[in-house]
């Protein structure tokens, strides 16, 4: 069974940084994806990362402000976010899927439970 549980959220001041980390268990050597959901909105892709070459595809959205890595001696991925703004405001799932890249949700087979960020202005 895989379970995903990611940590790291918290609230932190806009043009300020954060990192999600996301361990993982049960099936590790996959690809892995960031997605974030607003209140009211639909859960949007932030960014992937191949379980082999460490290729990442971000969304336009984060693109030159967040990093996603991983270390699979640890089976953990991460999200370095900074210059962080407002509407970053959002619950962040890690999700585990066997496509790279993809961007759809329907694509991730497994999902954490999520971790809260909120940017203050």
């Known amino acids: 069974q895989v379970q995903l549980v990611e940590s790291g959220g918290g609230l932190v001041q806009a043009g300020g940084s954060l990192r999600l980390s996301c361990a993982s268990s049960g099936r590790t050597f996959y690809p892995m994806g960031w997605f974030r959901q607003a209140p009211g909105k639909d859960r949007e892709f932030v960014a992937a990362?191949?379980?082999?070459?460490?290729?990442?595809y971000y969304a336009d959205s984060v693109k030159g402000r967040f990093t996603i890595s991983r270390d699979n001696a640890k089976n953990t991925v991460y999200l370095q976010m900074n210059s962080l703004k407002p509407e970053d405001t959002a619950v962040y799932y890690c999700?585990?899927?066997?496509?790279?890249?993809?961007?759809?949700?329907?694509?991730?087979?497994?999902w954490g439970q999520g971790t809260q960020v909120t940017v203050s202005s």
């Open positions: 999700a585990q899927s066997e496509i790279f890249p993809t961007i759809t949700v329907k694509n991730y087979n497994y």
């Open positions: 990362i191949d379980w082999s070459l460490s290729s990442t």
